[in-house]
């Protein structure tokens, strides 16, 4: 029996087990379609989106094909899209502004559940009181702590309803890095003093999760949903953004790939543990060698519209088996009104950490 | 002799009848009245120097009281009465959300600053700035918005007493003069504010000035037992159109 006849495990693979057939043969426009998918994600099903801001992307993309995801605090009538996006409206399933880490997301779901209270909640800026949980929401802040209760409590009712009502909540999973209160552990979406509130040494440390604590975090915010909405499914990805800074001392390239390489472990070991959890790949779909840096931005680090497209076409394609997508449009005279402006502005997506960058030297 | 273009829709029936029973004593006043239904105004088009419309039932609404239904340049002053512009309107808008100042309910908590732009946003979108910046498009003449009535307190809504005792209605009438302000820089205008002897509260109409109000247009019929709490009489029209000529200019 000569080698080529002889068994082995990787004989009958299909091709797209191979990296030859699967990654060098293809082209970018096929690379997308890759992930075979746990559940069905229709227009009639009821979606909640959070995570880090490339999940703004994700969401903006299925709502406009018509995919149903909750927005149970929609902004004022009267407002423009780019004032709607200041002030926090639209951009995810409630106002919580990017939730980058897992642990912010189980600590936001106990919260609205009665199970933990964050401590240092309130940020203050001159006169201004911020919600430390939720810091760029109100860009110019409130007149008092008391208004800022107020608000929050209002939001973590809308937070539990999103929870009950999601019949698949999308997580993106942004940063594995997070800046914490060294008491209590309270995790906040920005290091203090940033957007506002003041960076205090010995209360404030830099936490940089690992993929069991990532993992676990994902785990207590899925039995907690579960306790409430049996039947919600969770759908995790991991943002094929960079990040913008790390605290870690660290080069931010290996910081950013460890991070990455957390986060990615993570939401696979939690898919691989349960049979409502799925991991879809639009970390891979975006950073995958045949596109080399055609989805990112000449800053390296942003992903393109045309990478945030890819993904969702990619995700349309895998878990809803009638989504075709669309014919391309010829190519329109660029509109130049003010509206279209407008909407362009809008087009952009609200990033925290971006607030990071002005602290570059 | 000044001449005056009051544009505007159903509420231009109470400055109608106002302007009949006062009219002898200002005769340095000339008044033009073009009324329509609001939302026919979208019709209404800058042509060259003029408003002109581009449909047969506006031509028609705009024709009933003069020769030819053609807003021109030349007026002293241009009057834009109602159009959606009213606290009612604006509040009834935002009347899921409420700014931190104002008192706790169910509403969504937004802050001062997100609840004006919201306030100013929809101001700025409604028939009447509209209609302003198509009249501003032909002249540089003064424009004076007066808004539409606050709702009669002969209403049975409880939401108006309640507004009134926790303090909210004053500061939602406060909110809808800093949008305004902030509005009539952005256009050139200013707003004429209803006058405070017409006024139970910064929200409601006392209902003497509602009694037996003009329809300005009969096409619309009304169910039984409807009652008309929107719009005011010529007692009401005859005093906005003093306060309107007591202004500067005029």
């Known amino acids: 029996m000569t080698q080529s006849q002889a068994r082995n495990p990787y004989k009958n693979l299909p091709p797209e087990a191979f990296w030859r057939t699967a990654v060098t043969g293809r082209s970018v426009e096929t690379i997308g379609i890759i992930h075979q998918p746990k559940f069905h994600i229709g227009q009639e099903t009821t979606l909640a989106m959070a995570g880090s801001c490339f999940a703004q992307r994700l969401l903006r ?81 409130l007149a008092s702590a008391a208004a800022v209760k107020d608000q929050r409590r209002f939001h973590l009712r809308k937070v539990r309803d999103v929870i009950t009502q999601a019949q698949v909540f999308v997580f993106t999973l942004g940063l594995t890095e997070a800046w914490t209160d060294v008491r209590t552990g309270t995790v906040y979406p920005t290091a203090p003093g940033v957007a506002c509130g003041e960076y205090d040494p010995a209360r404030h440390r830099c936490v940089n999760f690992t993929a069991q604590q990532v993992r676990d975090d994902l785990a207590a915010f899925l039995a907690l949903a579960k306790t409430h909405n049996p039947s919600m499914k969770l759908l995790l990805t991991v943002t094929p953004q960079w990040p913008v800074a790390t605290a870690t001392g660290k080069h931010v390239l290996v910081a950013a790939n460890y991070s990455k390489a957390v986060l990615r472990a993570a939401a696979g070991q939690l898919q691989s543990e349960h049979r409502d959890v799925d991991y879809f790949p639009s970390y891979e779909i975006a950073t995958n060698p045949v596109a080399g840096n055609l989805y990112f931005q000449p800053n390296l680090r942003t992903v393109t519209d045309a990478g945030a497209v890819a993904a969702i076409d990619a995700f349309l394609i895998a878990y809803n088996a009638e989504w075709q997508i669309p014919v391309t449009p010829e190519p329109q005279p660029a509109d130049t009104t003010p509206q279209a402006d407008a909407i362009r502005t809008a087009e952009d997506v609200a990033c925290d950490d971006e607030l990071l960058e002005t602290y570059a030297p | 002799m000044k001449r ?125 700035l509209q209609v302003a910046r198509k009249v501003r498009a032909i002249a540089d003449r003064p424009i004076t918005i007066i808004p539409a009535p606050c709702i009669s307190d002969a209403t049975e809504l409880k939401l108006y007493p309640r507004l009134e005792k926790t303090g909210d209605a004053q500061k939602i009438a406060d909110y809808f003069a800093a949008a305004s302000d902030i509005l009539c820089r952005e256009i050139d205008a200013e707003v004429l504010w209803q006058p405070a002897e017409t006024l139970r509260d910064p929200l409601r109409t006392l209902a003497i000035f509602g009694k037996d109000a003009p329809r300005e247009f009969t096409d619309a019929p009304k169910p039984d037992g409807w009652k008309d709490h929107m719009h005011m009489n010529g007692e009401y029209g005859a005093l906005v159109l003093r306060a309107l000529i007591a202004t500067p200019g005029l």
């Open chain 1, 61 to 141: 993309h299925l709502r406009t094909r018509g995919f149903q995801v909750l927005d149970l605090e929609p902004p004022p009538p009267g407002l423009t899209p780019e004032e709607e996006m200041r002030f926090g409206f639209g951009l995810y399933s409630a106002r919580h502004g990017n939730i980058y880490t897992a642990r912010q997301l189980r600590q936001l779901a106990e919260e609205a559940f009665g199970l933990f209270t964050p401590a240092n909640a309130i940020w203050q800026k001159a006169d201004r009181f911020f919600d430390a949980l939720r810091p760029t929401i109100e860009p110019n802040g």
């Open chain 2, 4 to 128: 005056l273009c009051v544009i505007g829709d159903s509420h231009t029936a109470a400055l109608r009848q106002g302007w009949q029973a006062i009219k002898r004593e200002l005769t340095e006043i000339n008044i033009t009245f073009f009324s329509a239904h609001r939302t026919r105004f979208v019709d209404l088009a800058v042509c060259g120097d003029r408003l002109v419309p581009q449909s047969e039932e506006l031509s028609q609404l705009l024709g009933r009281t003069n020769s030819e239904p053609v807003i021109r340049a030349d007026y002293d002053r241009y009057v834009l009465c109602g159009l959606d512009y009213s606290i009612l309107w604006a509040m009834g808008s935002l009347m899921s959300f409420r700014s931190e100042d104002q008192a706790l309910d169910n509403r969504a908590p937004i802050s001062q600053e997100c609840y004006l732009l919201a306030m100013a946003g929809l101001l700025r979108g409604s028939i009447n």
